[in-house]
């Protein structure tokens, strides 16, 4: 039987203004991404959880400028991550298709699990979208966090924190999900 996981080449534990965040790596590209938590420990653990994570290795040019783009990402700037390599080893199609869709949005643009569904080919499929998503394993680089339910409602994220984190994420975009807020009071004309 063939072995279809990644040979990781290493991993990082690094600190950002909004928590500790982590990144592992192949040859190939970026294999991993936990979003924050309040310590290096919880983000090493969560790492270590995934089959094949090797110990921390020397980190190639583009590891170390995607540590800066997460920094600077998570201090507010506007960050372009598409350009970064991404290995999706044994990733399905339909999630491919998926994540292929969602690396297309930019930074402050979101769509809902039903259109990202149709602008990846699979109309009708807003549920396996949204299963698709939660099973991403580079979050931000794949922007799952820019996708909601419909009518604008936040929907759900499987990293630490929920939909808060996804609202949070989303509010350094620029982008306020959830009701309006309240009017201001009209004059009784």
Not at 120 to 129: C, Y
Request: hydrophobic content about 45%.
């Amino acid at each position: 039987m063939e072995n279809t996981s990644q040979a990781t080449a290493g991993h990082a534990v690094f600190e950002t203004v909004i928590g500790f965040m982590g990144i592992a790596w192949s040859g190939a590209g970026l294999t991993r991404l936990c979003l924050p938590q309040r310590n290096r420990d919880a983000v090493e653990r969560r790492l270590l959880r995934h089959a094949g994570i090797a110990a921390s290795g020397a980190q190639p040019q583009w590891v170390t400028e995607l540590i800066a783009s997460i920094q600077a990402y998570a201090a507010g700037e506007d960050v372009d991550f598409s350009g970064v390599p991404v290995d999706l080893t044994g990733v399905d199609d339909f999630r491919l298709a998926i994540y292929d869709a969602a690396r297309k949005l930019a930074f402050g643009e979101t769509t809902t699990y039903g259109e990202l569904a149709k602008r990846a080919g699979h109309a009708g499929l807003a549920r396996e979208t949204g299963a698709a998503l939660g099973a991403n394993p580079v979050p931000l680089v794949i922007p799952c966090h820019r996708i909601l339910a419909a009518g604008g409602k936040i929907g759900g994220f499987s990293a630490p924190g929920g939909s808060t984190t996804k609202e949070k994420m989303l509010a350094m975009e620029g982008v306020r999900v959830g009701p309006p807020p309240p009017a201001q009071v009209s004059f009784g004309f």
